[in-house]
């Protein structure tokens, strides 16, 4: 049995307390978490020793230990990507394959320096949403080159949901967006991407329980609209295992690195709203 560690700001979170069933169910017991470390502990959380107990994972004292005795490893910390680059700095100089979880980095530039440190050790690696497997959106991939328009709606706070609409949308749509605009509202933060050629995509956040709903315009005129209703964590689930099985990444450097780019540049759009911010290449 492979063995996966996992690597956490604190580990009392959903991704931490749900991926090891998933896990082992989906691989059909051919890989377990095996080992865990926790950075710190938050108030209001369960303590990670806690944690390592209640779900008989090993709490190892050192991100090293984690990243010498696992197989792969998986960087969680879901809701905290400052903390990513420092947690993350052994696992990519391991040569063992490597999931960092969403959103991958705080910035660009963190994204930059991640991707070359795991390219000069030869680690496999990346990052995504799991909103990108949700069968709904995978069917629509096929004709993403003549794709005109989207528009995406979704629920939560932009710091850590955005990625959920802006990974489908460079999914869809490729990766290299030209520029973006706030046109939203301070509750209701919306985004107008420019990808050029006269294409473009919207994405809105809606507080309270608005699903994941994509509007798909091609440019023979037809259209689709897609309901996220699939278990899109257990399609991810899947590509995670074939990714530690393989080695092969199934999201492109260049995909995540204009996902980070988007939730970066969308930030500073909204500081002036209604003005076209030129994204870098």
């Known amino acids: 049995m492979k063995k996966i560690g996992f690597i956490d700001y604190y580990l009392d979170e959903f991704h931490a307390n749900k991926y090891p069933g998933w896990i082992k169910q989906a691989s059909g017991g051919r890989m377990e978490v095996a080992y865990a470390y ?5 108030e209001g959380k369960m303590s990670n020793e806690a944690w390592s107990k ?27 990507p400052e903390y990513h680059g420092m947690l993350s700095e052994a ?27 795991a390219e000069h050790y030869g680690t496999p690696m990346y990052s995504t949403s799991a909103l990108r497997f949700a069968s709904e959106l995978a069917s629509s991939s096929s004709n993403k080159e003549t794709i005109e328009a989207i528009r995406s ?47 473009q995509a919207y994405m ?27 278990n899109f964590f257990a399609l991810f689930i899947e590509n995670l295992i074939r990714f530690f099985e393989t080695g092969i990444p199934p999201v492109t450097s260049s995909e995540t690195m204009a ?22 290449i």
């Not at 809105?204 to 699939?230: M, N, R, W």
Request: glycine share 8%; hydrophobic share 45%.
């Open 38 to 42: 926790g950075l710190d502990n938050i």
């Open 54 to 80: 209640a779900n008989a994972i090993p709490l190892l004292n050192s991100i090293e230990e984690v990243v010498e005795r696992s197989d792969y490893i998986i960087v969680l910390s879901p809701d905290h």
């Open 91 to 117: 696992p990519l100089k391991s040569g063992k394959p490597v999931f960092i979880d969403k959103t991958f980095a705080k910035d660009r530039e963190a994204a930059r320096r991640m991707f070359r440190l």
């Open 153 to 199: 709606w979704g629920p939560g706070a932009y710091s850590n949901y955005s990625i959920h609409q802006f990974e489908p949308i460079v999914a869809l749509m490729g990766s290299e967006p030209r520029r973006i605009m706030s046109v939203g509202t301070e509750n209701a933060p919306a985004l107008l991407v420019d990808f050029g050629g006269g294409r």
């Open 204 to 230: 809105h956040l809606i507080g309270g329980d608005c699903p994941f709903l994509t509007a798909i315009q091609y440019a023979s005129g037809a259209a689709h609209v897609a309901k996220v209703e699939s």
């Open 259 to 280: 996902v980070i780019t988007l939730i970066e540049f969308g930030a500073k759009a909204m500081e002036t709203p209604f003005e076209w911010i030129e994204l870098p």
